[in-house]
């Protein structure tokens, strides 16, 4: 059991410090930290068994407040725990071929986004992207793999710059690729043909929440009518919108960003978002792998989950 919660812990603190990140791949690991506890308590009643999710699934959701794609997945999973009749070893069968299904559906998703996504990138696209959104990096693997010749501007993305992964993702597959600091982007903004972003959070309005500076880039684009497009599966649709909440946005400790040691602390505040909301004026297309969306008509997401 010892070494079972020092993996359940593991996988929480990778999430948690950011060596899993991103929305889908912060899902897919909520679901295996589940399909653990599942796998390994094949004694517990099935009673026990549902309290030591829903326990486990409160700390996960705690780790990134602002992922409804983690959310809704560990939902579902609860979901099915409640419906099935099942009990004992057949119940940790079901549920374990659950978490595996569910796990290659949010895989199949993002190659379903990477093919429609893929035919907005027309030859000589200059694409601006922030973060590292997988989502995003095989949208442009996928436009590479079709012999799309483009070029693509990274952001580096304070304060955690997940641009390097971006960069050395897609450098790894040679589409040219040209690193920015944040503060650039509205410099690069006059080359650039489409801004491409990944997005945490969907909300029923048609705003996007994506990782902090997002919605800078978007006005940027605005002022040179760059198009902005959103790759987003719809588990990424916060239920909350739609009951007039907005997203929750995370705030992580401020030595991201600066140590204490570094400044006088008496008379300063530091803080440290890590994401923003891009109002739905800013967006031109959301493409989700149910369709290519505006964000006038995102409330379809709602109906379609
Ligand atoms: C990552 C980020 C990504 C979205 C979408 O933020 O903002 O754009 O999560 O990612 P962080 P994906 O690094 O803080 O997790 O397309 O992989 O779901």
Redesign the pocket.
């Known amino acids: 059991m010892e070494t079972i919660n020092k993996q359940i812990q593991q996988i929480m603190q990778d999430i948690k410090n950011?060596k899993v990140?991103?929305?889908?791949?912060?899902a897919k690991a909520g679901i295996h930290c589940i399909k653990i506890i599942i796998k390994n308590n094949p004694k517990l009643s099935k009673k026990e068994l549902l309290q030591t999710i829903q326990k486990n699934t409160k700390d996960l959701i705690r780790l990134r407040p602002t992922e409804p794609?983690l959310q809704n997945s560990l939902k579902q999973l609860i979901r099915e725990f409640n419906k099935t009749n099942l009990e004992g070893q057949k119940l940790n069968k079901h549920m374990i071929i659950f978490c595996d299904n569910y796990i290659d559906n949010i895989k199949d998703i993002v190659i379903k986004i990477a093919k429609s996504g893929s035919e907005i990138i027309k030859d000589n696209d200059i694409i601006m992207t922030h973060?590292?959104?997988?989502?995003?990096v095989a949208i442009l693997k996928e436009a590479k793999k079709q012999g799309k010749k483009f070029n693509v501007i990274v952001t580096e993305t304070r304060p955690?710059l997940?641009g390097k992964i971006t960069a050395n993702e897609l450098s790894k597959v040679n589409i040219p690729v040209t690193y920015i600091v944040d503060s650039a982007a509205a410099l690069f903004m006059k080359d650039t043909t489409k801004v491409l972003?990944?997005?945490?959070a969907i909300s029923l309005d048609g705003s996007v929440t994506?990782?902090i500076g997002t919605y800078l880039i978007a006005l940027a684009a605005k002022d040179f009518n760059v198009p902005v497009f959103v790759?987003c599966a719809s588990h990424k649709f916060d239920s909350r919108t739609i009951l007039g909440f907005d997203v929750p946005i995370e705030e992580r400790d401020t030595d991201e960003i600066i140590t204490k040691k570094e400044l006088n602390y008496k008379t300063l505040k530091i803080i440290n978002p890590?994401?923003d909301t891009t109002p739905k004026k800013y967006i031109k297309q959301i493409i989700t792998e149910k369709g290519i969306l505006t964000p006038s008509n995102i409330n379809k997401l709602s109906k379609l989950m």
Do not use: Y
Request: hydrophobic residues 40%; aromatic residues 4%; neutral net charge.
């Open positions: 950011l990140q991103g929305a889908s791949e912060v794609a973060c590292h959104s997988h989502t995003v955690r997940q972003v990944g997005a945490d994506n990782k790759a890590a994401f």
